[in-house]
T-cell receptor
Framework: GENVEQHPSTLSVQEGDSAVIKCTYSDSASNYFPWYKQELGKGPQLIIDIRSNVGEKKDQRIAVTLNKTAKHFSLHITETQPEDSAVYFCAAARYNFNKFYFGSGTKLNVKP | DAGVTQSPTHLIKTRGQQVTLRCSPKSGHDTVSWYQQALGQGPQFIFQYYEEEERQRGNFPDRFSGHQFPNYSSELNVNALLLGDSALYLC??????????????FGPGTRLTVT
């Protein structure tokens, strides 16, 4: 099955700085890569996703890049704000399976 | 537009007991997946229901079973509870896996504590 590894496990940045979280996957058949933000006591919230036919996608301060050859993808958050503090999870899935494999999470702390 | 809802929010059970968790999918969605999230870990896939049938299953024992109703809502049942079953149980809804819309939307979860 698929194996998703996520780094770092914790990340502390100053408000206004950028944050980068990286994930690798093992199954070359995976073709959908979502990112979720989970705040304390809540379920994961989809913040951005990317499909294997695209190398980069951006939504305001958030961007995701995908390198299919190397089997890794990354989340980039620019101009971080205290409300960005949360646990972020990457995931990988195959088309038509809809079974998501999650990374172990990154706890992001944005210091004001 | 109502998102994914789950009930109850919290639950405390004793080892050996049985538990039923409930989920209503996001409006317009017909597929429900269940995940187990242990403390400090990422969610792990339990199974997925579509058209009232279990379509896929993760590496969970038969003590974990489910059901989907004609209105697309779903239940997760766990029998013979173990201490290790203590976790946050998440429900996610999506469209038919055969569509090109892959997005899964999660509910707030049910926190199960087994003592």
């Amino acid at each position: 099955g698929e194996n998703v590894e996520q780094h770092p496990s914790t990340l502390s940045v100053q408000e206004g700085d950028s944050a980068v979280i990286k994930c690798t996957y093992s199954d070359s058949a995976s073709n959908y890569f979502p990112w979720y933000k989970q705040e304390l006591g809540k379920g994961p919230q989809l913040i951005i996703d990317i499909r294997s036919n695209v190398g980069e996608k951006k939504d305001q301060r958030i961007a995701v890049t995908l390198n299919k050859t190397a089997k890794h993808f990354s989340l980039h958050i620019t101009e971080t704000q205290p409300e960005d503090s949360a646990v972020y999870f990457c995931a990988a899935a195959r088309y038509n399976f809809n079974k998501f494999y999650f990374g172990s999470g990154t706890k992001l702390n944005v210091k004001p | 537009d109502a998102g994914v809802t789950q009930s109850p929010t919290h639950l405390i059970k004793t080892r050996g007991q049985q538990v039923t968790l409930r989920c209503s999918p996001k409006s317009g969605h017909d597929t429900v997946s269940w995940y187990q999230q242990a403390l400090g870990q990422g969610p792990q896939f339990i199974f997925q229901y579509y058209e009232e049938e279990e379509r896929q299953r993760g590496n969970f024992p038969d003590r974990f079973s489910g059901h989907q109703f004609p209105n697309y809502s779903s239940e997760l049942n766990v029998n013979a509870l173990l201490l290790g079953d203590s976790a946050l149980y998440l429900c996610a809804s999506s469209l038919d896996p055969g569509t090109v819309r892959y997005e899964q939307y999660f509910g707030p979860g049910t926190r199960l504590t087994v003592t």
